[in-house]
């Protein structure tokens, strides 16, 4: 090759998209492992409250990624403030949970404690993605 090079932004986008996708794959699982239900199961089988509350920790957790992106613009960086946020989203659901058993709400389709688990998942991600920032 008569002096090709590949643009270190090109480089940059490749190496930050592959590192939030595994991030956003390890989230899932590891959400769904320690809720009281499988996402992955009980979506599949057409539960709607269970895809409406995990659309609500994917989103909560994309937020903050994408601030962590913006602020640190460094890989390891990002991938500490996705571990921080995604505990973070773990354990709202897990307080949640305590609470007031959204978790077998969710398994009971019942939809509106489902929303309300999505919206206080996707408020504290943007929390999280704001306090990044500083």
Same mark, same amino acid.
């Given at each position: 090759?008569?002096?090709?090079?590949?643009?270190?932004?090109?480089?940059?986008?490749?190496?930050?998209?592959?590192?939030?996708?595994?991030?956003?794959?390890?989230?899932?699982?590891?959400?769904?492992?320690?809720?009281?239900?499988?996402?992955?199961?009980?979506?599949?089988?057409?539960?709607?409250?269970?895809?409406?509350?995990?659309?609500?920790?994917?989103?909560?957790?994309?937020?903050?990624?994408?601030?962590?992106?913006?602020?640190?613009?460094?890989?390891?960086?990002?991938?500490?403030?996705?571990?921080?946020?995604? *505990?973070?989203?773990? @354990? &709202?659901?897990?307080? %949640?949970?305590?609470?007031? +058993?959204?978790? #077998?709400? $969710?398994?009971?389709?019942? *939809?509106?404690?489902? @929303? &309300?688990?999505?919206? %206080?998942?996707?408020?504290? +991600?943007?929390? #999280?993605? $704001?306090?990044?920032?500083?």
């Amino acid at each position: 090759m008569s002096g090709y090079t590949i643009d270190p932004g090109f480089i940059n986008f490749i190496s930050y998209l592959l590192t939030s996708v595994a991030l956003l794959a390890s989230f899932m699982v590891i959400y769904s492992v320690t809720t009281p239900y499988n996402e992955f199961r009980e979506v599949k089988d057409g539960n709607v409250a269970a895809a409406v509350a995990f659309s609500g920790a994917i989103l909560g957790f994309i937020f903050p990624l994408m601030a962590a992106i913006f602020y640190t613009h460094s890989l390891v960086e990002m991938a500490k403030w996705a571990t921080i946020t995604g *505990v973070v989203q773990m @354990i &709202l659901f897990q307080v %949640l949970h305590k609470l007031n +058993g959204c978790g #077998n709400c $969710i398994r009971q389709r019942k *939809v509106a404690p489902a @929303i &309300l688990l999505a919206a %206080l998942s996707i408020a504290v +991600g943007m929390l #999280n993605a $704001i306090s990044i920032s500083y």
